[in-house]
């Protein structure tokens, strides 16, 4: 809950309006539940940026957890090695405008994604 909190307090100073608010708290709660459940805890950085005028807010995910060792698996719809219904990853991905996993079996994961704000 704490990580929403701080999401949505971010999404709210960037300007977001409420369906992007929506999209990227849940998209954070999905990250942080990964984090904690896969990874056994973890960290989120929230920042916000600023490309080309653009404004927007990034949000950075670490765990020291085992890892992932088929990343493309993992982002397939309905994969799920618990007892959730596999849409962590992939949801998440399709909630914000970039993307990136980095992670390797022993070594953690660590997802970095970046919703803009076109408002």
Do not use: C
Not at 57 to 72: H, K, Y
Not at 95 to 102: A, I, N, P
């Amino acid at each position: 809950m704490t990580a929403r909190h701080a999401v949505r307090a971010a999404t709210v100073a960037a300007g977001f309006g409420l369906v992007d608010q929506t999209r990227i708290v849940t998209a954070a709660s999905e990250l942080a539940r990964n984090a904690y459940v896969h990874g056994g805890g973890g960290s989120l950085e929230i920042q916000p940026v600023t490309m080309s005028g653009r404004r927007g807010l990034r949000l950075i995910v670490r765990d020291d957890g085992p890892g992932i060792p088929d990343v493309e698996k993992a982002l397939t719809d309905g994969f799920t090695t618990g007892s959730g219904l596999g849409h962590g990853l992939g949801g998440a991905r399709r909630l914000m405008h970039e993307f990136h996993v980095d992670s390797a079996p022993g070594r953690g994961t660590t997802v970095i994604v970046i919703r803009w704000n076109d408002r």
